[in-house]
């Protein structure tokens, strides 16, 4: 515990503190992040930023989301605080925030972990970020409102796919029981952050199914879906939620693939696994990063080459 005693020294010392996490950010970066910026908030912590510059709509419900930054003319912040982030490359909104602040900490809970702040609180046997932070605000003494709680647990239930992945433990019933004492809306947030879609994303995900392909007698699912589809959908950020996830839950499905495009920077690559392939390490290899069963990378080509080649590091580990 003595990370954690360090880190709450450095958050009250620091005037200017920004808050930053993964590039294509999920539930458990956005609602880690905006936890924390709650409860520094609530701290009495003044100058504190929330940068990340797209953040999906799916958790523009979460409380104080309309203070989310997407950049900031501040080019050097006292403390630097990265959440759920795995490596300096991965930080969304450009690292130089990071790279340029005083005093840097890294909250996460992924196990390729970097070690990249100058303090580092990490655990990877946390199946969510908002697990770590729990237990950081804990030892803070920084009080988990309803608010702040809404935040964690639209974490925890974006990073458990709703309590039903294999890393779900007995303390992250506890921590959610905690939160519901303190007026968490279980049901509600569940509802909003896993069930309901956007017109556009439904249109999405119907195409990516109506693409899918079953490969090596079914251990891998392919799908993808185009540019033209983000036009002719009007696709908003964040509306490929859940696409990858169809093909894993397929029955003799080992890795499921999907593949789409990023403005700008290629093509981004979605893996997910059920018990055989650690798509974590072909993540890697690329950039890119995640955890054991769920992890991705960015890389440059057209679809069929790009196919091949994830295709080729799969059918390696299968
Ligand atoms: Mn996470």
Not at 176 to 184: F, R, S, Y
Not at 213 to 223: F, R
Not at 251 to 256: A, I, L, P, T
Request: charged content about 25%; hydrophobic content about 40%.
């Amino acid at each position: 515990m003595g990370t954690l005693k360090q880190i709450y020294e450095e958050i009250k010392e620091a005037n200017s503190i920004v808050i930053l996490s993964h590039d294509n950010p999920d539930g458990d970066a956005v609602g880690t992040s905006l936890a924390l910026y709650n409860a520094l908030k609530n701290f009495g912590k003044e100058h504190v930023d929330l940068i990340i510059p797209e953040c999906p709509e799916t958790f523009m419900f979460l409380p104080n989301a309309d203070q989310i930054k997407k950049s900031s003319d501040i080019e050097n912040y006292d403390l630097a605080i990265g959440i759920d982030c795995s490596s300096l490359q991965m930080l969304c909104g450009g690292n130089k925030y990071f790279e340029n602040a005083d005093k840097t900490i890294v909250i996460d809970h992924h196990d390729t972990n970097a070690m990249y702040g100058d303090l580092n609180f990490v655990n990877p046997d946390a199946p969510a970020c908002a697990e770590v932070m729990i237990v950081a605000l804990n030892s803070f003494e920084m009080p988990i409102t309803k608010d702040i709680g809404t935040c964690l647990l639209a974490g925890i239930i974006t990073d458990t796919g709703g309590f039903k992945y294999q890393g779900v433990t007995a303390e992250t019933f506890e921590f959610v029981a905690n939160l519901m004492k303190h007026g968490v809306n279980v049901s509600d947030v569940y509802r909003k952050v896993l069930q309901v879609k956007t017109k556009s994303a439904f249109e999405l995900a119907r195409a990516a199914n109506s693409r899918l392909e079953l490969i090596d007698d079914g251990k891998i699912a392919y799908t993808y879906v185009t540019e033209e589809d983000y036009e002719k959908f009007g696709t908003t950020y964040g509306d490929h939620e859940g696409i990858v996830d169809v093909g894993r839950d397929i029955e003799g499905v080992e890795v499921s693939i999907f593949i789409r495009p990023i403005k700008g920077k290629g093509l981004k690559v979605s893996l997910r696994s059920n018990d055989k392939v650690n798509v974590d390490e072909i993540a890697l290899m690329y950039g890119g990063g995640g955890h054991q069963k769920s992890a991705g990378f960015s890389v440059n080509g057209d679809f069929d080459t790009v196919k091949e080649l994830v295709l080729k590091e799969v059918r390696h580990y299968l």
